[in-house]
Protein backbone atom coordinates (compact mmCIF):
# COMPACT_ATOMS: atom_id res chain seq x y z
CA UNK A 1 0.00 0.00 0.00
CA UNK A 2 1.59 3.56 -0.80
CA UNK A 3 1.93 5.35 1.97
CA UNK A 4 0.61 9.06 2.46
CA UNK A 5 4.76 10.54 2.24
CA UNK A 6 4.87 8.64 -1.48
CA UNK A 7 1.64 9.94 -2.54
CA UNK A 8 2.64 13.31 -1.34
CA UNK A 9 6.31 12.74 -3.18
CA UNK A 10 4.39 12.01 -6.17
CA UNK A 11 2.16 14.70 -6.53
CA UNK A 12 5.22 17.13 -6.12
CA UNK A 13 7.00 15.69 -8.53
CA UNK A 14 3.69 15.67 -11.01
CA UNK A 15 3.39 19.17 -10.03
CA UNK A 16 7.18 20.32 -10.52
CA UNK A 17 7.09 18.50 -13.53
CA UNK A 18 4.09 20.69 -14.90
CA UNK A 19 5.20 23.86 -13.36
CA UNK A 20 8.52 23.11 -15.52
CA UNK A 21 6.55 22.66 -18.46
CA UNK A 22 4.23 25.77 -17.71
CA UNK A 23 8.10 27.93 -17.29
CA UNK A 24 9.20 26.98 -20.66
CA UNK A 25 5.94 27.85 -21.93
CA UNK A 26 5.30 30.96 -20.78
CA UNK A 27 8.97 32.74 -22.01
CA UNK A 28 7.38 31.46 -25.62
CA UNK A 29 3.60 33.08 -24.82
CA UNK A 30 5.69 36.74 -23.50
CA UNK A 31 6.94 36.93 -26.91
CA UNK A 32 4.05 36.04 -28.96
CA UNK A 33 1.58 39.30 -30.33
CA UNK A 34 -1.72 39.96 -28.50
CA UNK A 35 -3.82 38.63 -31.87
CA UNK A 36 -2.87 35.05 -30.36
CA UNK A 37 -4.29 35.70 -26.84
CA UNK A 38 -7.16 37.06 -28.96
CA UNK A 39 -7.40 33.68 -30.37
CA UNK A 40 -7.51 31.90 -27.19
CA UNK A 41 -10.58 34.25 -25.49
CA UNK A 42 -12.73 33.45 -28.44
CA UNK A 43 -11.91 30.05 -28.01
CA UNK A 44 -12.92 29.95 -24.78
CA UNK A 45 -16.42 32.11 -25.40
CA UNK A 46 -17.03 29.83 -27.73
CA UNK A 47 -16.80 27.27 -25.39
CA UNK A 48 -19.05 28.98 -22.50
CA UNK A 49 -21.56 30.10 -25.16
CA UNK A 50 -22.22 26.39 -26.45
CA UNK A 51 -21.96 25.09 -22.65
CA UNK A 52 -24.77 27.45 -20.89
CA UNK A 53 -26.63 24.14 -19.87
CA UNK A 54 -24.18 22.41 -18.57
CA UNK A 55 -22.45 25.45 -16.22
CA UNK A 56 -26.01 25.72 -15.16
CA UNK A 57 -26.72 22.26 -14.71
CA UNK A 58 -23.40 21.96 -12.87
CA UNK A 59 -24.26 24.83 -9.99
CA UNK A 60 -27.38 23.72 -9.87
CA UNK A 61 -26.33 19.88 -8.63
CA UNK A 62 -24.04 21.78 -6.41
CA UNK A 63 -25.74 23.71 -4.49
CA UNK A 64 -29.69 24.02 -6.13
CA UNK A 65 -28.68 27.43 -7.88
CA UNK A 66 -31.51 28.98 -9.51
CA UNK A 67 -31.00 28.86 -13.09
CA UNK A 68 -31.12 32.78 -14.17
CA UNK A 69 -28.87 33.62 -11.06
CA UNK A 70 -26.90 30.65 -12.50
CA UNK A 71 -26.53 32.41 -16.11
CA UNK A 72 -26.68 36.27 -15.04
CA UNK A 73 -24.05 35.57 -12.15
CA UNK A 74 -22.04 32.61 -13.68
CA UNK A 75 -21.86 32.73 -17.60
CA UNK A 76 -23.29 36.47 -18.42
CA UNK A 77 -20.21 37.84 -15.75
CA UNK A 78 -17.43 35.83 -17.55
CA UNK A 79 -18.72 36.71 -21.09
CA UNK A 80 -18.94 40.13 -20.50
CA UNK A 81 -15.26 39.82 -19.07
CA UNK A 82 -14.12 38.00 -22.13
CA UNK A 83 -15.79 40.79 -24.78
CA UNK A 84 -14.05 43.42 -22.76
CA UNK A 85 -11.03 42.05 -23.39
CA UNK A 86 -11.41 41.05 -26.92
CA UNK A 87 -12.27 44.59 -27.52
CA UNK A 88 -9.94 46.53 -25.23
CA UNK A 89 -6.58 44.30 -25.24
CA UNK A 90 -5.22 46.34 -28.00
CA UNK A 91 -5.09 48.95 -25.94
CA UNK A 92 -3.71 47.61 -22.62
CA UNK A 93 -1.32 46.13 -24.64
CA UNK A 94 0.18 48.79 -26.23
CA UNK A 95 3.52 50.10 -24.52
CA UNK A 96 2.68 53.35 -22.90
CA UNK A 97 5.20 56.50 -23.69
CA UNK A 98 6.16 58.38 -20.78
CA UNK A 99 7.56 62.35 -21.30
CA UNK A 100 11.66 61.97 -21.19
CA UNK A 101 11.98 65.03 -19.15
CA UNK A 102 14.98 67.49 -19.58
CA UNK A 103 17.29 65.67 -17.74
CA UNK A 104 16.67 62.51 -20.01
CA UNK A 105 16.82 64.89 -23.31
CA UNK A 106 17.39 62.82 -26.37
CA UNK A 107 15.89 59.33 -24.53
CA UNK A 108 12.68 57.63 -25.33
CA UNK A 109 10.61 56.04 -21.81
CA UNK A 110 7.38 53.96 -21.92
CA UNK A 111 6.19 51.15 -19.81
CA UNK A 112 5.90 47.61 -21.28
CA UNK A 113 3.26 45.25 -20.04
CA UNK A 114 4.81 42.06 -20.13
CA UNK A 115 3.45 38.76 -18.66
CA UNK A 116 4.13 37.81 -15.28
CA UNK A 117 4.68 34.18 -16.61
CA UNK A 118 3.34 31.12 -14.55
CA UNK A 119 0.08 31.82 -12.39
CA UNK A 120 -1.53 29.97 -10.20
CA UNK A 121 -5.38 30.52 -9.45
CA UNK A 122 -7.15 29.04 -6.73
CA UNK A 123 -10.96 29.55 -6.03
CA UNK A 124 -14.11 29.36 -4.07
CA UNK A 125 -17.36 27.62 -4.00
CA UNK A 126 -20.02 30.41 -3.95
CA UNK A 127 -19.59 31.55 -7.63
CA UNK A 128 -17.75 28.65 -9.12
CA UNK A 129 -17.53 29.37 -12.32
CA UNK A 130 -17.53 33.07 -12.31
CA UNK A 131 -14.37 33.30 -9.66
CA UNK A 132 -12.40 30.02 -11.39
CA UNK A 133 -12.67 31.38 -15.41
CA UNK A 134 -12.69 35.71 -14.63
CA UNK A 135 -9.51 35.59 -13.38
CA UNK A 136 -8.20 33.02 -15.71
CA UNK A 137 -9.50 35.67 -18.57
CA UNK A 138 -7.09 38.13 -17.19
CA UNK A 139 -3.98 35.77 -17.39
CA UNK A 140 -4.91 34.77 -20.37
CA UNK A 141 -5.35 38.50 -21.99
CA UNK A 142 -1.97 39.38 -20.01
CA UNK A 143 -0.35 36.57 -22.15
CA UNK A 144 0.39 33.73 -18.93
CA UNK A 145 0.42 30.73 -18.32
CA UNK A 146 -1.86 29.00 -15.43
CA UNK A 147 -2.88 26.48 -13.00
CA UNK A 148 -6.22 26.22 -11.43
CA UNK A 149 -7.89 25.20 -8.43
CA UNK A 150 -10.99 24.99 -8.30
CA UNK A 151 -13.45 24.50 -4.46
CA UNK A 152 -13.63 21.16 -4.20
CA UNK A 153 -16.96 22.17 -2.60
CA UNK A 154 -18.43 22.38 -6.01
CA UNK A 155 -17.63 18.89 -7.77
CA UNK A 156 -19.59 19.05 -10.70
CA UNK A 157 -18.70 22.54 -11.17
CA UNK A 158 -15.22 21.55 -10.97
CA UNK A 159 -15.31 18.82 -13.42
CA UNK A 160 -16.86 21.31 -16.22
CA UNK A 161 -14.02 23.31 -15.69
CA UNK A 162 -11.73 20.70 -15.88
CA UNK A 163 -13.38 18.92 -18.60
CA UNK A 164 -13.25 22.89 -20.29
CA UNK A 165 -9.84 23.27 -20.47
CA UNK A 166 -8.93 20.01 -20.93
CA UNK A 167 -10.88 20.42 -24.47
CA UNK A 168 -9.25 24.28 -25.02
CA UNK A 169 -5.74 24.21 -23.89
CA UNK A 170 -2.65 22.20 -23.79
CA UNK A 171 -1.51 21.18 -20.17
CA UNK A 172 1.65 23.67 -20.29
CA UNK A 173 -1.02 27.05 -20.80
CA UNK A 174 -3.75 26.00 -18.59
CA UNK A 175 -4.00 22.92 -16.37
CA UNK A 176 -6.69 22.25 -13.41
CA UNK A 177 -5.90 20.36 -10.36
CA UNK A 178 -9.19 19.56 -8.39
CA UNK A 179 -9.09 18.88 -4.54
CA UNK A 180 -8.81 20.50 -1.03
CA UNK A 181 -6.68 21.90 1.14
CA UNK A 182 -4.29 19.17 0.50
CA UNK A 183 -4.33 19.98 -3.18
CA UNK A 184 -3.54 24.15 -2.46
CA UNK A 185 -0.39 23.56 0.35
CA UNK A 186 1.59 21.16 -2.34
CA UNK A 187 1.16 24.09 -5.24
CA UNK A 188 1.86 26.67 -2.53
CA UNK A 189 5.26 24.95 -2.65
CA UNK A 190 6.38 26.20 -5.63
CA UNK A 191 7.50 29.66 -6.93
CA UNK A 192 4.79 30.97 -8.99
CA UNK A 193 5.06 34.28 -10.59
CA UNK A 194 1.64 35.65 -9.58
CA UNK A 195 -1.10 34.00 -7.33
CA UNK A 196 -4.25 34.82 -7.46
CA UNK A 197 -6.27 33.85 -4.39
CA UNK A 198 -10.57 34.24 -4.24
CA UNK A 199 -11.47 32.65 -0.50
CA UNK A 200 -11.62 33.88 2.72
CA UNK A 201 -9.58 36.08 4.81
CA UNK A 202 -8.29 33.29 6.83
CA UNK A 203 -7.10 30.92 3.52
CA UNK A 204 -5.92 34.04 2.70
CA UNK A 205 -3.44 34.80 5.08
CA UNK A 206 -1.84 30.85 4.80
CA UNK A 207 -1.34 31.62 0.88
CA UNK A 208 0.09 34.84 1.65
CA UNK A 209 2.33 33.07 3.97
CA UNK A 210 3.41 30.64 1.51
CA UNK A 211 4.12 33.72 -1.73
CA UNK A 212 6.06 35.48 0.56
CA UNK A 213 8.25 32.17 0.38
CA UNK A 214 8.96 32.86 -3.03
CA UNK A 215 8.12 36.57 -3.00
CA UNK A 216 5.43 35.58 -5.29
CA UNK A 217 3.01 38.20 -6.00
CA UNK A 218 -0.30 38.12 -5.00
CA UNK A 219 -3.72 38.65 -5.30
CA UNK A 220 -5.97 38.57 -2.59
CA UNK A 221 -9.75 38.45 -3.14
CA UNK A 222 -11.05 38.21 0.58
CA UNK A 223 -14.62 38.23 2.10
CA UNK A 224 -16.12 40.67 5.16
CA UNK A 225 -18.41 42.28 6.60
CA UNK A 226 -20.51 44.67 4.23
CA UNK A 227 -22.74 47.26 6.58
CA UNK A 228 -25.43 48.76 4.87
CA UNK A 229 -26.83 51.79 5.79
CA UNK A 230 -29.89 53.62 5.28
CA UNK A 231 -30.69 57.32 6.62
CA UNK A 232 -33.86 59.48 6.84
CA UNK A 233 -33.88 60.87 3.40
CA UNK A 234 -33.30 57.17 1.67
CA UNK A 235 -36.24 56.39 -0.95
CA UNK A 236 -37.30 53.74 2.02
CA UNK A 237 -38.94 51.25 -0.81
CA UNK A 238 -36.64 51.35 -3.48
CA UNK A 239 -33.59 50.12 -0.64
CA UNK A 240 -35.86 47.35 0.92
CA UNK A 241 -36.30 45.76 -3.09
CA UNK A 242 -32.75 46.00 -3.70
CA UNK A 243 -31.13 44.79 -0.23
CA UNK A 244 -33.81 41.89 -0.82
CA UNK A 245 -32.44 41.07 -3.78
CA UNK A 246 -29.07 41.69 -2.93
CA UNK A 247 -28.93 39.84 0.36
CA UNK A 248 -30.68 36.47 -1.24
CA UNK A 249 -29.07 36.57 -4.14
CA UNK A 250 -27.37 33.26 -4.27
CA UNK A 251 -28.87 32.80 -0.77
CA UNK A 252 -26.66 35.14 1.38
CA UNK A 253 -23.58 33.32 -0.09
CA UNK A 254 -22.28 36.51 -2.55
CA UNK A 255 -18.71 38.40 -0.93
CA UNK A 256 -20.54 41.65 -1.59
CA UNK A 257 -23.76 40.79 -0.37
CA UNK A 258 -24.96 43.31 2.27
CA UNK A 259 -23.99 41.76 5.74
CA UNK A 260 -26.13 43.82 8.43
CA UNK A 261 -27.89 46.97 8.22
CA UNK A 262 -27.76 50.18 10.36
CA UNK A 263 -31.45 52.56 9.69
CA UNK A 264 -31.75 55.66 11.01
CA UNK A 265 -34.80 55.40 14.24
CA UNK A 266 -36.99 57.48 13.02
CA UNK A 267 -37.92 55.16 9.13
CA UNK A 268 -36.83 51.84 10.84
CA UNK A 269 -40.59 50.80 11.36
CA UNK A 270 -41.37 52.29 7.52
CA UNK A 271 -38.51 50.76 6.04
CA UNK A 272 -39.64 47.24 7.93
CA UNK A 273 -43.23 46.88 6.27
CA UNK A 274 -41.58 47.56 3.20
CA UNK A 275 -38.77 44.63 3.66
CA UNK A 276 -41.52 42.49 4.53
CA UNK A 277 -43.67 43.05 1.51
CA UNK A 278 -40.50 42.44 -1.13
CA UNK A 279 -39.21 39.37 1.18
CA UNK A 280 -43.05 37.60 1.04
CA UNK A 281 -42.69 38.63 -3.00
CA UNK A 282 -39.58 39.46 -4.31
CA UNK A 283 -38.23 35.63 -5.10
CA UNK A 284 -41.51 34.02 -4.25
CA UNK A 285 -45.51 34.21 -4.70
CA UNK A 286 -46.93 35.44 -1.56
CA UNK A 287 -47.98 32.69 0.63
CA UNK A 288 -45.24 30.23 -1.17
CA UNK A 289 -42.85 28.64 1.11
CA UNK A 290 -39.39 29.91 0.24
CA UNK A 291 -38.61 25.84 0.28
CA UNK A 292 -40.86 25.43 -3.00
CA UNK A 293 -39.64 27.83 -4.91
CA UNK A 294 -37.17 27.57 -7.38
CA UNK A 295 -35.77 30.75 -7.17
CA UNK A 296 -33.77 30.31 -3.85
CA UNK A 297 -30.67 28.68 -3.77
CA UNK A 298 -29.50 26.57 -0.50
CA UNK A 299 -26.39 26.53 2.12
CA UNK A 300 -23.41 24.55 0.32
CA UNK A 301 -22.97 22.31 3.37
CA UNK A 302 -23.80 20.82 6.57
CA UNK A 303 -21.08 22.57 8.55
CA UNK A 304 -21.79 25.96 6.70
CA UNK A 305 -25.68 25.45 7.74
CA UNK A 306 -25.00 24.36 11.29
CA UNK A 307 -22.80 27.54 11.67
CA UNK A 308 -25.34 29.94 10.52
CA UNK A 309 -27.80 27.69 12.60
CA UNK A 310 -26.07 28.46 15.86
CA UNK A 311 -24.94 32.33 15.00
CA UNK A 312 -29.09 32.30 14.89
CA UNK A 313 -29.90 30.81 18.18
CA UNK A 314 -27.10 32.49 20.27
CA UNK A 315 -28.23 35.99 18.79
CA UNK A 316 -31.97 35.39 20.12
CA UNK A 317 -30.44 34.03 23.17
CA UNK A 318 -28.42 36.63 23.89
CA UNK A 319 -31.53 39.52 23.01
CA UNK A 320 -32.18 39.81 19.35
CA UNK A 321 -35.69 39.66 18.21
CA UNK A 322 -36.76 37.65 15.28
CA UNK A 323 -38.68 39.71 13.04
CA UNK A 324 -39.43 37.67 10.15
CA UNK A 325 -38.46 34.30 8.80
CA UNK A 326 -36.34 31.61 10.80
CA UNK A 327 -37.46 28.33 9.16
CA UNK A 328 -34.66 25.59 8.87
CA UNK A 329 -34.36 22.27 7.64
CA UNK A 330 -31.13 19.91 7.95
CA UNK A 331 -32.19 17.60 5.40
CA UNK A 332 -32.01 20.09 2.42
CA UNK A 333 -29.60 22.62 4.05
CA UNK A 334 -31.65 25.22 3.98
CA UNK A 335 -32.62 28.32 6.20
CA UNK A 336 -35.55 30.53 4.65
CA UNK A 337 -34.72 34.91 4.42
CA UNK A 338 -34.29 35.91 8.38
CA UNK A 339 -34.29 39.35 10.01
CA UNK A 340 -33.53 40.37 13.08
CA UNK A 341 -34.22 43.17 15.10
CA UNK A 342 -31.58 45.04 18.04
CA UNK A 343 -28.62 42.56 17.04
CA UNK A 344 -25.96 43.02 20.30
CA UNK A 345 -22.77 44.33 18.89
CA UNK A 346 -20.63 41.32 20.81
CA UNK A 347 -22.75 38.20 19.01
CA UNK A 348 -21.13 36.28 16.31
CA UNK A 349 -23.78 37.89 13.64
CA UNK A 350 -22.13 41.01 14.41
CA UNK A 351 -18.80 40.15 14.04
CA UNK A 352 -18.10 37.34 11.81
CA UNK A 353 -19.08 37.91 8.27
CA UNK A 354 -22.59 36.07 7.66
CA UNK A 355 -22.50 34.55 4.77
CA UNK A 356 -26.06 33.29 4.55
CA UNK A 357 -29.80 34.73 4.13
CA UNK A 358 -29.63 36.18 7.79
CA UNK A 359 -29.82 40.01 7.98
CA UNK A 360 -29.18 42.05 11.41
CA UNK A 361 -30.97 45.06 11.95
CA UNK A 362 -29.71 48.00 14.26
CA UNK A 363 -30.46 51.44 15.00
CA UNK A 364 -28.81 54.71 14.53
CA UNK A 365 -29.59 58.32 15.92
CA UNK A 366 -26.52 60.30 14.11
CA UNK A 367 -24.11 59.37 11.54
CA UNK A 368 -20.80 60.07 13.62
CA UNK A 369 -22.03 57.10 15.31
CA UNK A 370 -22.32 54.76 12.16
CA UNK A 371 -18.98 56.25 11.25
CA UNK A 372 -16.50 55.37 13.84
CA UNK A 373 -18.14 52.10 14.55
CA UNK A 374 -17.73 51.23 10.77
CA UNK A 375 -13.83 52.12 11.47
CA UNK A 376 -13.49 50.05 14.17
CA UNK A 377 -14.04 46.98 12.77
CA UNK A 378 -11.67 45.46 9.61
CA UNK A 379 -11.95 47.02 6.24
CA UNK A 380 -15.30 46.32 4.86
CA UNK A 381 -15.51 44.34 0.82
CA UNK A 382 -18.18 46.91 0.15
CA UNK A 383 -19.81 49.59 1.69
CA UNK A 384 -23.55 50.68 0.96
CA UNK A 385 -25.35 53.69 1.61
CA UNK A 386 -28.75 54.57 1.05
CA UNK A 387 -29.30 58.29 1.54
CA UNK A 388 -30.54 61.12 -1.08
CA UNK A 389 -28.03 63.60 1.05
CA UNK A 390 -25.19 64.45 -1.01
CA UNK A 391 -23.11 65.58 2.09
CA UNK A 392 -23.94 62.45 3.37
CA UNK A 393 -22.65 60.69 0.81
CA UNK A 394 -19.33 62.25 1.19
CA UNK A 395 -18.80 62.27 4.36
CA UNK A 396 -19.12 57.84 4.31
CA UNK A 397 -16.69 58.34 1.14
CA UNK A 398 -14.15 60.44 3.11
CA UNK A 399 -14.61 59.33 6.75
CA UNK A 400 -15.25 55.30 6.11
CA UNK A 401 -12.47 52.86 3.99
CA UNK A 402 -13.69 49.87 2.07
CA UNK A 403 -12.89 47.78 -1.53
CA UNK A 404 -15.74 49.17 -2.77
CA UNK A 405 -18.94 51.49 -2.10
CA UNK A 406 -22.20 51.91 -3.70
CA UNK A 407 -24.70 54.66 -2.83
CA UNK A 408 -28.32 53.92 -3.41
CA UNK A 409 -27.77 50.32 -4.44
CA UNK A 410 -25.99 46.78 -3.55
CA UNK A 411 -23.95 44.33 -5.10
CA UNK A 412 -23.97 46.35 -8.42
CA UNK A 413 -20.59 47.63 -8.43
CA UNK A 414 -18.93 44.30 -8.77
CA UNK A 415 -20.56 43.67 -12.14
CA UNK A 416 -19.34 47.21 -13.40
CA UNK A 417 -16.33 45.77 -15.50
CA UNK A 418 -14.62 49.51 -16.03
CA UNK A 419 -14.15 49.97 -11.87
CA UNK A 420 -11.83 48.05 -10.00
CA UNK A 421 -13.02 44.96 -7.91
CA UNK A 422 -11.15 43.95 -4.66
CA UNK A 423 -10.83 44.96 -1.15
CA UNK A 424 -8.35 46.68 1.21
CA UNK A 425 -6.37 44.89 3.83
CA UNK A 426 -8.35 42.50 5.55
CA UNK A 427 -10.90 42.04 3.02
CA UNK A 428 -8.56 41.77 0.37
CA UNK A 429 -5.20 43.38 -1.68
CA UNK A 430 -4.89 43.51 -4.89
CA UNK A 431 -7.70 44.45 -7.96
CA UNK A 432 -9.29 42.88 -10.28
CA UNK A 433 -12.63 43.21 -13.23
CA UNK A 434 -11.24 44.22 -16.84
CA UNK A 435 -8.47 46.31 -17.22
CA UNK A 436 -7.48 46.06 -13.25
CA UNK A 437 -6.93 42.17 -13.74
CA UNK A 438 -4.91 42.65 -16.90
CA UNK A 439 -2.77 44.56 -14.43
CA UNK A 440 -2.45 42.23 -11.64
CA UNK A 441 -1.65 39.62 -14.27
CA UNK A 442 1.17 42.14 -15.91
CA UNK A 443 4.48 42.97 -15.18
CA UNK A 444 4.60 47.12 -15.87
CA UNK A 445 8.02 46.89 -16.99
CA UNK A 446 10.01 50.35 -17.38
CA UNK A 447 11.88 50.77 -20.43
CA UNK A 448 14.33 53.67 -21.41
CA UNK A 449 16.30 53.81 -24.15
CA UNK A 450 19.03 55.87 -24.45
CA UNK A 451 20.94 57.79 -27.19
CA UNK A 452 24.26 56.60 -27.58
CA UNK A 453 27.46 58.28 -26.53
CA UNK A 454 24.97 60.94 -24.73
CA UNK A 455 23.74 61.14 -21.57
CA UNK A 456 22.69 63.99 -19.47
CA UNK A 457 23.61 62.20 -16.02
CA UNK A 458 27.23 62.90 -17.24
CA UNK A 459 26.67 65.87 -15.44
CA UNK A 460 26.33 64.38 -12.48
CA UNK A 461 29.53 61.51 -12.65
CA UNK A 462 32.73 62.32 -10.45
CA UNK A 463 34.66 64.38 -9.91
CA UNK A 464 32.05 66.15 -7.78
CA UNK A 465 32.92 69.59 -7.85
CA UNK A 466 31.39 72.50 -5.60
CA UNK A 467 29.82 73.86 -9.06
CA UNK A 468 28.22 70.02 -9.27
CA UNK A 469 27.40 69.95 -5.53
CA UNK A 470 25.20 73.44 -6.09
CA UNK A 471 23.15 71.46 -9.17
P1 LIG B 1 -12.08 29.22 1.53
O1 LIG B 1 -11.07 30.23 1.91
O2 LIG B 1 -12.48 28.21 2.54
O3 LIG B 1 -11.59 28.38 0.25
C1 LIG B 1 -11.09 28.99 -0.92
C2 LIG B 1 -10.09 28.06 -1.59
O4 LIG B 1 -9.01 27.82 -0.69
C3 LIG B 1 -10.67 26.70 -1.97
O5 LIG B 1 -10.20 26.35 -3.25
C4 LIG B 1 -10.12 25.77 -0.89
O6 LIG B 1 -9.87 24.46 -1.36
C5 LIG B 1 -8.81 26.42 -0.50
N1 LIG B 1 -8.50 26.20 0.92
C6 LIG B 1 -9.37 26.08 1.95
N2 LIG B 1 -8.70 25.89 3.13
C7 LIG B 1 -7.38 25.89 2.82
C8 LIG B 1 -6.18 25.73 3.58
N3 LIG B 1 -6.21 25.53 4.89
N4 LIG B 1 -5.00 25.77 2.92
C9 LIG B 1 -4.94 25.99 1.60
N5 LIG B 1 -6.05 26.12 0.82
C10 LIG B 1 -7.25 26.08 1.41
O7 LIG B 1 -13.34 30.04 1.00
P2 LIG B 1 -14.77 29.49 0.53
O8 LIG B 1 -15.51 28.97 1.71
O9 LIG B 1 -14.61 28.61 -0.65
O10 LIG B 1 -15.45 30.86 0.01
C11 LIG B 1 -16.08 31.74 0.87
C12 LIG B 1 -15.20 32.91 1.24
O11 LIG B 1 -14.67 33.52 0.08
C13 LIG B 1 -15.98 34.02 1.94
O12 LIG B 1 -15.20 34.56 2.97
C14 LIG B 1 -16.21 35.05 0.85
O13 LIG B 1 -16.43 36.36 1.30
C15 LIG B 1 -14.93 34.92 0.08
N6 LIG B 1 -15.13 35.38 -1.30
C16 LIG B 1 -14.51 36.53 -1.71
C17 LIG B 1 -14.72 37.00 -3.00
C18 LIG B 1 -14.08 38.26 -3.52
O14 LIG B 1 -14.09 38.45 -4.74
N7 LIG B 1 -13.53 39.13 -2.69
C19 LIG B 1 -15.56 36.30 -3.86
C20 LIG B 1 -16.16 35.14 -3.39
C21 LIG B 1 -15.93 34.68 -2.12
Known amino acids: MIDE ?17 QSQKALLLRQESYGLRIERLKKLKAWVLANTTKIRDAVYSDFKKPEFEADLSETFVVLADINLALKSLKKWTKPKSVPAGLTYFGSS ?115 GKSPVIIDKTANLKDAAEKIVWGKLLNCGQTCVSPDYLFIHESVRESFMEHLKYFLETLFKQPGENFKETPNYARIINKKHYQRLCQALSTAIEDGASLVYGGDVDETENFISPTVLDNVPLHTTLMKEEIFGPILPVNTFKNHDEVIQYINGQPKALSLYLFSNDKRIQKRYRLETSSGTA ?18 VNESGIGKSHGHFGFLAFSNEKAWLKQRVGFTSAKLLYPPYSAAKKRI
Not at 165 to 194: D, M, S
Not at 409 to 417: A, R, S
Open 5 to 21: KQQTKALDADLSELFLR
Open 109 to 223: AFVHYEPKGVCLIISPWNYPFNLCIGPLVSAIAAGNTAIIKPSELTPNTSQVIAQMVGELFPQEEVAVYQGGPEITQRLLQLPFNHIFFTGSSAVGKIVMEAAAKNLSSVTLELG
Open 406 to 423: CVNDVVVQFQQPHLPFGG
